[in-house]
C-alpha cells in the first residue's frame, strides 16, 4: 500500500490543483462523518470539478469581449410579448441549437435592445460551456480585411473557429465596399454550417443590397444566413430616449435652488422591417419555442 505521504505529490503530478488544495480538509471532514472511501473520493472530484467549471467560465467571459451587465435579468421584457420573451430565455439556457450550427438575427431599430439581447444570450452559453466572441461587424470585417491584405486571411478565420458562437454586432454599418463585403462574405460562408452566428441590424433583408456590392452576393450571403436560422423582430421605443426622459423627470420633479432641464434624445426613425418577424424556415432550434 502507497503511503499517504505520497498523495500531494501524485496530485501536483497529475495536476489536480483543487483536490491538492482540499483532500486533508475533506478526509478530516470524512473521518467525522464516517464517510467510506468512495464518498470521499467522490467528494473530492467534485470540488475539483466545480473549481475547474469556475475558471472556464472566468476564462470564457473574458475572452469573450461582451459588453458587461447585458444579461437576462437586467433587460426590460415588460414592452415584449411573452411568447418572444420566452424564447430569448431558452435560446440563453439551451446550447443544442448552437451544436447545430444555427443563427440568430435579431433585427430592430436602433436602442431597442438588439445588443443587450445578443449579449445576454453569449452570458448565458457561456455558462454552459460554450465559447463565445463579440465583436462589431465593421472592426471584426477590419480586422480580417488587414490579414487578407498579408495573404493570412483563412488563418484568422481559423482562429474564428474555436469560437462555437460569433456574435455580429451592427452589421448594416459595414461600408459597401468591394474590400470589406468580401471578407464579410468569406466569413458567412466559412461559418456555414460549422459555426453559430447571432448578428444584430437595423436593415431588414431587403436593404442588404446596400452592404454587398452586388444583388448575386447578396442573395448568397443571406441565402447562407437563413438556411439555418431563427429571425426574430424587436419592437419598441428606444431605450436610450425612454431614459433620457425618465431623468427629465427626475431633474424638474427634484426640489433644487435653480430650474434645470434636460432635453430628450430624439427618437430615431425606424426602418420598415417587414416580412421579419417570423423564422425564415419552419424548423425551430432545438428545445427552443
Known sequence: MPPVATLPLLLKQLRLTSMLRHWESLLQQGEQQGWNGAHYL??????????????????YTRESQLPPGKTLASFDFT????PQ??????LARTAEWTRQARNLILFGASGVGKTHLAAAIGYGLIEQSVRVHYGVTTALVQQLQLARQQLRLEEALAKLDKYRVLILEDIGYVKKSEQET???FELIAHRYETGSMIITSNRPFAEWDQIFPDQMMTVAAVDRLIHHATIMEIAGDSYRR???LRQRADTTTTPTSATITTEATPTPSRSELSGTSE???P???ANTP
Open 85 to 90: 420573451a420566452g424564447q430569448f430565455e431558452a
Open 283 to 285: 424548423q425551430p432550434p
Open 79 to 82: 414592452h415584449m410579448p411573452t
Open 42 to 59: 467522490t467528494a473530492l472530484c467534485e470540488q475539483e470539478l466545480a473549481e475547474r467549471y469556475s475558471r472556464r467560465i472566468e476564462r
Open 242 to 244: 425612454k431614459e433620457a
Open 279 to 281: 423564422q425564415a424556415h
Open 182 to 184: 468580401q471578407v464579410l
